[in-house]
């Protein structure tokens, strides 16, 4: 399905709506980035009380990224959980072929379906978008479609443009808030998911926000850390006391060699 280029996402909104007021109840899988939050403000619009947010704790969700949606949630007055998802019990998993995404969103949505049933929630919702459904790298839309999880931004035809525009209307923080996929999307096809990996990732990905770096990629190549950012922002990476903070940094993180990638951030670069 091509995305919708002709409705405004004022009339993408409108349907969008349309659709809440038919679930009657939904759980939402959640996680304070800038496609979920703007579903979860629309559906908690509609349904209110009948809305929940089901939100993995794991080890490949950063510990900023699970604060910032927390507390975003609190401030907008959503009711959120917190589940537990166990993919790193799973040896496919761990092992880390073009379905590792496939494996863990079957997981999210087998504990979201399982809180469901338990909470009488009738409908399971995520946040995929009319322009995921044309990237054939999104395995996890599979499993999506295969637990009966409905995409109602994709099937109200919404971009991720009008996503951000729609969120900037309704004041929400995320609405210019960059795209990060999970820690486990740093780490090569074919190598295998560790949590020490995935820590490494975490706390170097840290450092580049800290020093100012907006869209960025700490990729994992054993003892090779290889950074990836906007073209704008290579220039601060590479200013003298940056530089030497980050290299001393990276190695006290175990890694041997730090490099800069000069084709700069490219999303699913990892994948084969």
């Not at 007021?21 to 209110?48: F, H, I, K, Q």
């Not at 795209?179 to 740093?186: D, E, M, P």
């Not at 800290?210 to 990629?217: F, K, P, S, T, V």
């Amino acid at each position: 399905m091509e995305p919708d280029k002709v409705a405004s996402p004022v009339k993408k909104e409108e349907r969008l709506k349309e659709m809440a007021a038919a679930w009657g109840t939904v759980a939402v899988a959640y996680s304070g980035g800038v496609d979920s939050s703007y579903l979860a403000d629309v559906a908690v619009e509609v349904l209110g009380k009948k809305v929940w947010l089901f939100i993995a704790d794991t080890p490949s969700f950063p510990r900023s990224d699970l604060s910032f949606a927390l507390d975003l949630a609190r401030a907008r007055g959503w009711q959120v959980e917190i589940l537990n998802t166990h993919e790193f019990s799973c040896e496919a998993f761990l092992k880390n072929d073009a379905m590792r995404c496939y494996l863990c969103k079957g997981e999210l949505f087998s504990v979201m379906a399982a809180r469901a049933q338990a909470r009488h929630i009738a409908v399971l919702a995520h946040g995929e978008t009319a322009e995921d459904i044309l990237d054939s790298t999104r395995v996890g839309m599979r499993a999506a479609h295969e637990a009966g999880v409905q995409a109602p931004l994709a099937d109200a035809g919404f971009t991720k443009a009008d996503i951000r525009e729609r969120s900037r209307v309704r004041g929400l923080p995320t609405w210019a808030k960059p795209s990060f996929a999970c820690l486990a999307s740093r780490i090569p096809e074919g190598s295998p998911i560790t949590t020490d990996a995935l820590d490494k990732i975490e706390q170097a990905e840290t450092l580049l926000r800290e020093l100012g770096c907006r869209q960025y990629r700490a990729r994992h190549h054993g003892e090779l850390c290889r950074i990836e950012v906007e073209p704008e922002d290579m220039p601060l990476l590479l200013l003298e006391q940056n530089r030497r903070q980050l290299i001393t940094a990276l190695r006290k993180l175990g890694y041997r060699y730090v490099t800069l990638d000069l084709a700069g951030y490219k999303t699913g670069n990892m994948a084969k």
